[in-house]
């Protein structure tokens, strides 16, 4: 989607910024993975799919993504962006009859930064920035019956659950977002500065010119 193309999202822990070609070899490398293959119900690509997957996920209007980026190590102008990675979170407009409807998903790919917080500032910041700038009214999540940890923490997040399908062993959740979540949500994510990611890069990269 290109709304987002050159989009920077800064909250207190991490950086979202859109998913770009040099970003690829690292994903590439995450989905390596059978756990997170399984967490994602993703089929391994080889590194030219993943190329052209990023390109459909930039150009194609029914997707949203940003990669999420260690917000102190990006602070680092000598810290390259790709080394910043832990994840990705996005957004599907799944319902073509219906652009309000999303699902949503949260991936935090570095086991390192799991269990700190990070998703749930994430799955807000992501949120705030469906509803404002895509016009989502209700946000949905599928999430595998194993994965008690994001279920969890949805939950925490007053997604309530609607329907379990034990053909694909996964719980489907859902917030529709009316007049009191939208303030509360925007009143959560307040902190969250939306900047011009082209000019910071810039910026960076002045920095370690100096």
Not at 47 to 53: S, T
Not at 151 to 158: N, T
Not at 172 to 193: A, G, I, P, Q, W
């Amino acid at each position: 989607m290109r709304i987002n193309e050159n989009t920077l999202l800064e909250g207190h822990k991490v950086v979202l910024v859109p998913y770009n070609a040099e970003h690829v070899p690292r994903y590439h490398e995450w989905m390596k993975s059978p756990e997170l293959q399984q967490l994602t119900a993703s089929e391994p690509l080889t590194l030219a799919q993943e190329y052209d997957m990023q390109t459909s996920w930039r150009e194609d209007d029914d997707k949203c993504t940003f990669i999420i980026l260690d917000k102190q190590l990006w602070a680092d102008p000598n810290v390259p962006e790709e080394q910043c990675m832990m994840g990705d979170v996005n957004i599907f407009l799944t319902d073509p009859s219906d652009p309000s409807l999303a699902e949503l998903e949260v991936m935090i790919a570095e086991t390192s930064y799991r269990g700190k917080g990070i998703g749930k500032e994430v799955t807000r910041m992501m949120m705030s920035y469906g509803v404002t700038k895509l016009g989502i009214k209700k946000f949905e999540v599928k999430i595998g019956l194993k994965n008690e940890v994001s279920i969890a923490m949805f939950k925490k997040l007053h997604f309530h659950e609607v329907s379990v399908c034990q053909k694909f062993k996964e719980v489907t959740l859902e917030m529709t977002v009316n007049k009191s979540v939208r303030t509360k949500l925007l009143e959560d994510t307040k902190y969250m500065n939306e900047k011009d990611y082209r000019q910071s890069c810039s910026n960076k990269q002045g920095v370690t010119s100096l």
